[in-house]
């Protein structure tokens, strides 16, 4: 390992901006952990399991999801290097945005292309429950709407750029703006004569609004002044929507509730991921200086070169897990109602398992991240068939 970490270490370029690289493995990493932690399952009487979560028996867990929700890190960590790419790009915009969308697109096709494969299988192979399968599909696309969202921030980069240059961290403000006038129209006193659709005006302003602080950030627009600004009152919104407006504490949706903040997007959302984004910004010279260690720096480039593997396969992961384990009845922490404290240990226990799986997953699924250059037209065109089949079982349509 010492060895590894000196090679990596003798390999990076000295420009390399290494606590944005440690923003973004951090918030990489808060999303499996996130999903592990507080996702769990239940078995039925024909063996099938069913998506639980201990959030539902212990409110009181909800602020680890402040903690594990780091996804306006993740925005904030993107749109600073998009900016950065964007800017030493030589050539036609769309040739950029063409290399920026493959490489999020060939992973999601990959992991749905090899569900498609896996069902059959699995259903008439092994004899796995049909609902269990939708539980396992469902899990599998839980992810992956963050990949469709962020590919069209992505591909709205250029203009996110010239709002920066021409506003500052202010390009941000009207997004903020938006989210807050929807939340007031879905929540408040004139809530029952809103359509139920109007919440989807949010998904796009309320994921953008970290991506644009970045892209503003990238651009050098952003102070140390603004980032406390961005800290304090985040904080201050954050507090307040939750002590006197009443929203939901987890930012992870809990079954049962009538309310959700991330799905789509709540002010709370927001609140949150400015307050996460003005600490990184003030903190980044400290991590930047932190990560020149070797041993540190190392697990960090890591998880960066393997970002879209770990998003879309570690609940492929858990799943690989759970899915044989309900074959021999209820285990606590894998396979049983998520309802008790020895449930949370043993979870905690379990959690080792799931991550090496991630890795022997990853050693093969890796390959989807890198361009197919090698893959002829007739087997691209069948991963789409097998993805597009999937995403139609998965979304219940089948």
């Given at each position: 390992m010492k060895r590894l970490a000196e090679r990596i270490e003798a390999r990076?370029?000295?420009?390399?901006?290494?606590?944005?690289?440690?923003?973004?493995?951090?918030?990489?990493?808060?999303?499996?952990?996130?999903?592990?932690?507080?996702?769990?399952?239940?078995?039925?009487?024909?063996?099938?399991?069913?998506?639980?979560?201990?959030?539902?028996?212990?409110?009181?867990?909800?602020?680890?999801?402040?903690?594990?929700?780091?996804?306006?890190?993740?925005?904030?960590?993107?749109g600073y290097a998009s900016v950065l790419s964007?800017?030493?790009?030589?050539?036609?915009?769309?040739?950029?945005?063409?290399?920026?969308?493959?490489?999020?697109?060939?992973?999601?096709?990959?992991?749905?292309a090899v569900w498609a494969a896996l069902l059959p299988l699995l259903h008439y192979g092994f004899g796995v429950p049909g609902d269990t399968l939708r539980t396992a599909s469902t899990l599998v696309v839980q992810p992956l709407w963050f990949v469709g969202v962020y590919t069209v921030v992505t591909a709205l980069?250029?203009?996110?750029?010239?709002?920066?240059?021409?506003?500052?961290?202010?390009?941000?403000?009207?997004?903020?703006?938006?989210?807050?006038?929807?939340?007031l129209l879905r929540y408040g006193p004139?809530?029952?004569?809103?359509?139920s659709w109007l919440s989807v005006l949010n998904i796009l302003p309320g994921w953008l609004f970290a991506y644009q602080l970045g892209v503003s950030w990238g651009e050098g627009r952003v102070t140390r002044r603004h980032a406390w600004g961005l800290l304090i009152g985040g904080a201050a919104l954050f507090a307040a929507l939750l002590v006197w407006f009443g929203y939901p504490a987890s930012m992870v949706?809990?079954?049962?509730?009538?309310?959700?903040?991330?799905?789509?997007?709540?002010?709370?959302?927001?609140?949150?991921?400015?307050?996460?984004?003005?600490?990184?910004?003030?903190?980044?010279?400290?991590l930047g200086k932190?990560?020149?260690?070797?041993?540190?720096?190392?697990?960090?480039v890591?998880?960066?070169?393997?970002?879209?593997?770990?998003?879309?396969?570690?609940?492929?992961?858990?799943?690989?897990?759970?899915?044989?384990?309900?074959?021999?009845?209820?285990?606590?922490?894998?396979?049983?109602?998520?309802?008790?404290?020895g449930w949370i240990l043993a979870r905690l226990a379990w959690m080792p398992l799931?991550?090496?799986?991630?890795?022997?997953?990853?050693?093969?699924?890796?390959?989807f991240e890198s361009p197919w250059t090698g893959t002829g037209t007739a087997r691209r065109a069948l991963a789409g068939v097998l993805a597009a089949g999937f995403a139609v079982f998965a979304l219940g349509l089948a």
């Open positions: 990076t370029p000295a420009h390399r901006d290494r606590a944005i690289d440690g923003l973004r493995a951090l918030a990489l990493l808060a999303v499996p952990t996130g999903h592990w932690l507080l996702g769990g399952f239940t078995l039925s009487d024909d063996g099938a399991i069913h998506n639980a979560s201990p959030l539902s028996a212990f409110g009181g867990l909800a602020p680890a999801s402040w903690i594990l929700q780091m996804l306006g890190i993740f925005f904030l960590v993107g964007f800017r030493r790009h030589e050539g036609p915009v769309r040739d950029w945005l063409k290399g920026r969308l493959a490489r999020l697109g060939r992973p999601v096709l990959g992991v749905t980069t250029p203009y996110c750029v010239r709002a920066a240059r021409r506003l500052g961290v202010w390009a941000a403000a009207p997004l903020l703006g938006s989210v807050a006038v929807v939340d004139y809530a029952d004569a809103v359509p949706g809990v079954p049962g509730e009538a309310r959700t903040n991330s799905h789509p997007p709540s002010l709370l959302v927001l609140a949150l991921a400015a307050t996460q984004s003005g600490a990184a910004i003030l903190l980044r010279d400290r932190l990560l020149r260690r070797p041993a540190l720096w190392a697990p960090v890591v998880v960066n070169l393997s970002a879209m593997t770990i998003l879309c396969w570690h609940q492929t992961a858990m799943l690989a897990a759970a899915i044989p384990a309900s074959y021999a009845g209820e285990i606590t922490g894998l396979v049983g109602a998520p309802d008790s404290v799931f991550a090496g799986l991630l890795v022997l997953i990853g050693r093969y699924a890796r390959g």
